[in-house]
C-alpha cells in the first residue's frame, strides 16, 4: 500500500476508537457485533479531519464509515451477538448472514466476468458494456477506509470466493487486444490509488503499447481525495503517481480520475483541495459520483452544497446513484420517488454547469437505468419513466420506457412494468399486470 506510514484502523481497534471518543459506550459494542458482518476501516485523516466526534453517531461522516446496529437484521445482530464468544459458531453464523445480503449484486460474478477465445475467464475484468472494461488489480481490492454503503463490500470480508482480482496486466491485455471496440479501461476495485506506484506503472506500460490504441480514456475509480489526500500531495510516493498520470496525458490519452464525494466536508480539508489541484495538474479530469443514502447525504441541499463545492474545484458531477441492493441497503436505502425528488431539488438550485450529474441511476443486472420522474400515461397509469444511460443491449440505450409507479420501490427488482412496457426492458418473465386507474397527482 502506497505511503508507509498511513494510519489505518479496523477490527477490534475499531471499537477501542468508538469507545475513546464517544460518551455512548453502547455504541462500541455495536461496532464490535457489526463489524464482524461487513468491513469497517478508517484512515487517520478521517479520525482527524472528517468525523465530528461531538456530534457522533448522528453525524454524517460517522455514519457514512462506522458501524450501526441497525445496518442488519435485528435477528441478525443478536444471532451474531450471542456467537462473539465461539469462533466456529462465529464464523458460520457470520457467513448466514452474509449470504442474506446479497454480496455481489448485478450477477456481476457470472455475468460481467469475459473469456478468452481459447477458454479460460478472465480473472480480475468485468466487461459488461462494450466501450468499458473494468479491470481489478490484484494489489488495489482494498481502501484507505470503507464506506459502509459500499456495494462491493464483498471485497473486503477474506472470501476469496467473493473476492475480484487479476494476476497482473499481460492476461488484461491480451483480452483487450482482441476487443477493439473498449475505448475506456476503469481501473477500480477497492481503490487502486493504494497501490504503489510501481505496482500500478505496469498496467500502464502495458495499455501504451502498440496493438492498444484503442483504449483511448483511462479511468481510475478512488476516494482517496476524501479518504487519504496525502497519497497526492505530500505521501512519499505521490510525485511518481502524478508523473504516470502526466505520461498518460502526453501518450495522447484521456485520464479521467472517477472520484466519490458522499458529503460536501469531504472536500473542505486544506489538503484535500491541494490533492486536488496536483490531479488537475498532472492533466487528469476529475468526474465524481456518489449514490444518495439516508443519513448521510439524504438532503437536495447537501447535494447542491457539495456539488458547488466540486464545480468550484474543476470536479464535474457525473453520477447521483441509487443505493443498490446488498449490503447495509435496509439502513441506507430509500425509495426511488425520494432520491429523484433529491437530485431535482438539487440541480435546481445550480447553474447549468451545475447539472451535470445524472440521476437517480441504478446500476442493474440489465445496465444503467436513469429515472427521468412520475408521469401519467394516455391510459391514465401514474408510472416512473425510465431510460437505460448503459445496457447490455446498445439498441435499448436512450429509449424512454415506462414502470408503475410505486413510492415505496427501492429497486430495479422492486418495479412492475407499466401496461405500455416493451419486454426488452424488463426480464423475459415479467408478469402482465392490469392498469391501475388513479393514484397520486
Request: charged residues 25%.
Amino acid at each position: 500500500m502506497s505511503g508507509r506510514g498511513t494510519r489505518t484502523v479496523s477490527g477490534r481497534r475499531l471499537a477501542a476508537l468508538v469507545r475513546d471518543r464517544c460518551a455512548d459506550a453502547g455504541l462500541a459494542h455495536d461496532v464490535d457485533v457489526v463489524g464482524q458482518v461487513l468491513p469497517f476501516k478508517v484512515s487517520g485523516h478521517v479520525i482527524d479531519h472528517l468525523v465530528d466526534w461531538k456530534s457522533a453517531p448522528d453525524d454524517p461522516l460517522y455514519r457514512l464509515l462506522f458501524p450501526h446496529r441497525d445496518m442488519i437484521d435485528p435477528a441478525h445482530f443478536r444471532a451474531v451477538e450471542r456467537a462473539l464468544g465461539d469462533p466456529a459458531e462465529l464464523r458460520a453464523t457470520v457467513a448466514a448472514v452474509r449470504r442474506d445480503l446479497n454480496p455481489h449484486p448485478g450477477e456481476q460474478l457470472t455475468m460481467n466476468i469475459p473469456r478468452l477465445d481459447e477458454g479460460g475467464e478472465v480473472e480480475g475484468v468485468q466487461h459488461k458494456y462494450a466501450q468499458t472494461a473494468l479491470v481489478f488489480p490484484r494489489h488495489g481490492q482494498t481502501c484507505h477506509s470503507y464506506c459502509s454503503y459500499c456495494f462491493r463490500w464483498a471485497q473486503f470480508v477474506g472470501d476469496p470466493g467473493l473476492r475480484i482480482a487479476d494476476d497482473g496486466p499481460r492476461r488484461v491485455t491480451d483480452y483487450l487486444r482482441h476487443h477493439p471496440e473498449v475505448s475506456d479501461v476503469l481501473f477500480t476495485g477497492g481503490d487502486p490509488l493504494v497501490m504503489r506506484t510501481d505496482l500500478l506503472e505496469p498496467y500502464v506500460d502495458a495499455l501504451l503499447r502498440p496493438g492498444l490504441e484503442h483504449i483511448t480514456t483511462v479511468r481510475i475509480g478512488t476516494k482517496a481525495l476524501s479518504f487519504h489526500p496525502a497519497r497526492l500531495v505530500s505521501d512519499p510516493d505521490a510525485a511518481p503517481l502524478l508523473r504516470l498520470l502526466e505520461r498518460i496525458v502526453r501518450a495522447g490519452r484521456h485520464v479521467a480520475v472517477m472520484v466519490h464525494v458522499s458529503h460536501p466536508r469531504e472536500l473542505e480539508p486544506d489538503l484535500t483541495r491541494l490533492a486536488v489541484a496536483a490531479l488537475r495538474g498532472a492533466g487528469a479530469e476529475l468526474r465524481s459520483q456518489a449514490p444518495v443514502v439516508r443519513h448521510v447525504n439524504d438532503d437536495p441541499g447537501v447535494w447542491a452544497d457539495s456539488w458547488r463545492a466540486q464545480l468550484a474545484l474543476g470536479i464535474h458531477p457525473y453520477y447521483l446513484f441509487v443505493e443498490r441492493d446488498t449490503g447495509a441497503r435496509r439502513y441506507f436505502g430509500l425509495p426511488i420517488q425520494r432520491a429523484y425528488e433529491i437530485h431535482r431539488d438539487a440541480t435546481t438550485q445550480l447553474s447549468g454547469l451545475g447539472r451535470t450529474a445524472r440521476g437517480p441511476v441504478m446500476s442493474t443486472t440489465e445496465g444503467k437505468v436513469t429515472v427521468d420522474g412520475p408521469t401519467r400515461l394516455p391510459g391514465g397509469e401514474r408510472a416512473f419513466s425510465l431510460r437505460f444511460l448503459q445496457a447490455r443491449d446498445p439498441d435499448l440505450v436512450g429509449r424512454p420506457f415506462h414502470a408503475r409507479w410505486d413510492p415505496d420501490a427501492q429497486w430495479w427488482s422492486d418495479l412492475v412494468p407499466s401496461a405500455d412496457h416493451d419486454r426488452r426492458f424488463f426480464p423475459q418473465d415479467a408478469p402482465p399486470v392490469p392498469v391501475r386507474q388513479g393514484g397520486p397527482r
